[in-house]
């Protein structure tokens, strides 16, 4: 058990020193940043002492070396478009992008499951074939049209939400949140809602799927023999066991989301990290782009990990079938 830790948690660090590569690339090959800082004025001596500066007189590897000791400790350098810390850039941003993915990831569990739940218990009536339907057009539109769509019924036409913007927020020390003040829960409504009907759509599925396999099975069967109500059955009984594959794709898809909420973001100006990276690309800032990716990837991998050892923990076969790879291979 303890070996297959080590190795899961080793081949995170492997997946995050290749991460770190490609995000030093960025800064290979996207251009020159003392071109970019300063202005074309600039004194000869001016650039080269900001070369120096950034470390950048040194070779490729003792680049990538001082870049790596950087990441370790927080430090991605300065934007060069903001002219700021990156991390303390992303800090104002990320409780934003947070706040909005895990509100949507909210909804989508508390609609989702239940719609799934009823799909497979009421397979083949009307409302389960309209919510089959449903669930089709919700993973195949994607999420800037629902966005623009929202936009254009409840804030030009109806007025009722406001169009962009995070609201009023309430500030508790580097953390800001909107959901204690009226106009700050009105304009996240509507950025949720356009991230949250893909995950509805796909947790409806995949719960029908689950729960539709699992009503199949022996136990469901002599719970229903020995006279238990349906709802019993239903949801202590076929609930439990479908929900651990509907838990590990919520961990995934909220790693998804705060990569890709960038578009929802960018739709209603939401002030994330989304936005922040939109930014960094139509201005070259590098360091923000590179901050970006491996924040992004070091909560891909956590989740990963993480998963993967609860895997390990609630399955004893995973770890009987590590014990006798392990085995064999002696």
Partial sequence: MISMVIKRVGNAVAVMIAVAFVAFMIFQFLGDPVQLMLNEQASQAERD??????????????????????????????????????????????????ELVLVSTIVALSIGIPLGVYAAIRKGSPVARLLTMFSMIGVS???????????????????????????????????????????????????????????????????????????????????????????????????????????????????????????????????????????????IDMPVMAAYLMIVSAIFVTINTIVDLIYLWVDPRLRQAGVARGYHAH
């Fill in 49 to 98: 002492a900001l070369r120096i500066r950034l470390g950048l007189d040194q070779n490729f590897v003792m680049q990538f070396v001082t870049f790596i000791t950087r990441v370790v400790q927080g430090d991605f350098g300065i934007s060069y478009r903001n002219q700021q810390e990156v991390m303390s850039l992303i800090a104002e941003r990320f409780p934003a992008t947070l």
């Fill in 141 to 283: 539109i994607p999420s800037f049209v629902i966005g623009i769509l929202l936009i254009l019924v409840f804030a030009v036409q109806l007025n009722w939400l406001p169009a962009f913007g995070r609201g009023e927020v309430v500030q508790f020390g580097s953390w800001t949140t909107g959901l204690l003040t009226p106009s700050g829960r009105q304009a996240l409504i509507m950025p949720a809602m356009s991230l949250a009907l893909f995950q509805i759509s796909f947790i409806m599925r995949l719960v029908t799927a689950e729960m539709l396999e699992v009503l199949r099975a022996d136990y469901i069967k002599f719970a229903r023999a020995r006279g238990l109500p349906n709802r019993l059955v239903h949801f202590r009984h076929a609930l439990r066991n479908c929900l651990m594959p509907v838990v590990t794709m919520t961990g995934m898809m909220i790693g998804d989301l705060i990569a890709f909420a960038l578009v929802t973001e960018t739709v209603f100006q939401w002030p994330g990290m989304g936005q922040l990276f939109v930014q960094a690309v139509m201005f």
